[in-house]
């Protein structure tokens, strides 16, 4: 079946680092590929996401490229922030009926000034 | 962009009582609706698919008699904890796509988090 591997948590940088979160999933088919986020005491929002092989999804500064030869989703984002903190999620959506969203585990991201 | 709004987003009960969830689309209407629960740490698993005037699909391995939902109007879902046991202690979040939105996006409430005692 259908299923999300993200990178183990948590994550803690300083304001202004690189960050990557690395997603990789399995999948019949081509899927779409999300990336939500998830802010303290609030509900999963979605931050960007591709649905086909090759695209890239872009928001906030944050981008994923879908790589179907690696079956990946990395996230990326080249200067964070403190309000960025957050919990991200990687999900696929097989598209087939009822469209239902497979999720990763989560990480939890940290940034200090 | 939409809001979907669950009540109540904590509640604490007795072991063997009956607790109600509601989620609602404020601002759109949605024919399906998605029941999650998360636990600590740990990933969204999928309990069921909502479907509004029908019954609701469950998940492999989740208790349709335990978990009861109704899905009565186009903006309105609700999750009853049946008999409810500490095992049943979680973080409880739907998610509902906008009939007019695009493929795969959904929209998720503030999760509702119970504690049975």
């Known amino acids: 079946g259908n299923s999300v591997t993200q990178m183990e948590g948590p994550v803690t940088l300083s304001e202004e680092a690189f960050l990557t979160i690395n997603c990789t999933y399995t999948?019949?088919?081509?899927?779409?590929l999300f990336w939500y986020v998830q802010y303290p005491g609030e509900g999963l929002q979605l931050l960007l996401k591709?649905?086909?092989?090759?695209d890239k999804g872009s928001n906030k500064g944050f981008e994923a490229t879908y790589r179907k030869e690696t079956t990946s989703f990395h996230l990326e984002k080249g200067s964070v922030q403190v309000s960025d903190s957050a919990v991200y999620f990687c999900?696929?959506?097989?598209?087939?009926?009822?469209?239902?969203?497979?999720f990763g585990q989560g990480t939890r991201l940290t940034i200090n000034p | 962009g939409a809001v979907v709004s669950q009540h109540p987003s904590r509640v604490i009960c007795k072991s063997g009582t009956s607790v109600k969830i509601e989620c609602r689309s404020l601002?759109?209407?949605?024919?399906?609706m998605f029941w999650y629960r998360q636990f600590p740490k740990q990933s969204l698993m999928l309990m069921a698919t909502?479907?509004?005037?029908?019954?609701?699909?469950?998940e492999q391995g989740v208790e349709k008699d335990k978990f009861l939902i109704n899905h009565a109007s186009l903006t309105l879902s609700t999750l009853t904890v049946t008999s409810a046991h500490p095992e049943d202690s979680s973080f409880y979040i739907c998610?509902?796509?906008?009939?007019?939105?695009?493929?795969?996006?959904?929209?998720f409430g503030e999760g509702s988090r119970l504690t049975v005692l």
């Open positions: 998610s509902a796509r906008d009939l007019a939105g695009s493929v795969g996006e959904l929209f």
């Open positions: 999948a019949t088919g081509y899927p779409s």
């Open positions: 591709a649905t086909k092989a090759d």
């Open positions: 999900a696929l959506s097989d598209l087939q009926g009822a469209q239902k969203l497979v």
């Open positions: 601002d759109f209407q949605a024919t399906t």
């Open positions: 909502s479907n509004e005037g029908s019954k609701a699909t469950y």
